[in-house]
Every structure is written in structure tokens, then in C-alpha cells.
């Protein structure tokens, strides 16, 4: 797919960029570069390949979800100024 002049000043536009003939031509042969290549990957038999998340077979390595921190809540909540039903109680800022 090949741009126009006048379609990439519509981009541009719309994009709210200012851009002069020099830039429009340029940006005009990058983004038909892009959709060249867009096409050329589309155009590709992919019917039969699996979808992958990543080119190689590869895991991680995760480490046990293990709780290694005390609960210290009683601690915490012996120090505040008010604590109901191990709630912290705080002013009402919002009316």
C-alpha cells in the first residue's frame, strides 16, 4: 500500500502535527515502508504454527510463594491514636 502526499497531511493534521514538504515526503516513504512490510508478514501461511508467547521454549525459574514476614498488626495498631475492629480510624476529610 503506497501513500499519497495528501494522506499523510491528513495524518498530520489529525495528529495536530506542522509539517512542511520536505518532512511529508519523508514521513510519506517511511509509513509506505511500514505497511510494504505489514503486507509482506501478512502474506505469510501461519495456519499451521502453534502460538507462542516467547521464540524459545524457555520457563522462569520462580521461587516458592512463601509468607517470610511476621504479622505485626497488633504492634502497629497498639501505637494509633484509634483503632476499631483492626481498622485504623482517620478524620472524615470528604463531605
Known sequence: ????????RKVARLARLA??????????????????????????DTRNIAPMSHAQDVSQRLRADVVTAQNEREAFQAIAP???AGLYL????IE
Open 1 to 8: 500500500m503506497s501513500l499519497t502526499t495528501e494522506d499523510v
Open 19 to 44: 509539517m512542511n514538504e520536505a518532512e511529508i515526503d519523508a514521513a510519506r516513504s517511511q509509513l509506505s515502508g511500514i505497511f510494504e512490510l505489514i503486507a509482506e508478514m501478512q502474506a505469510v
Open 82 to 84: 484509634q483503632v476499631e
Open 90 to 93: 482517620v478524620p472524615q476529610v
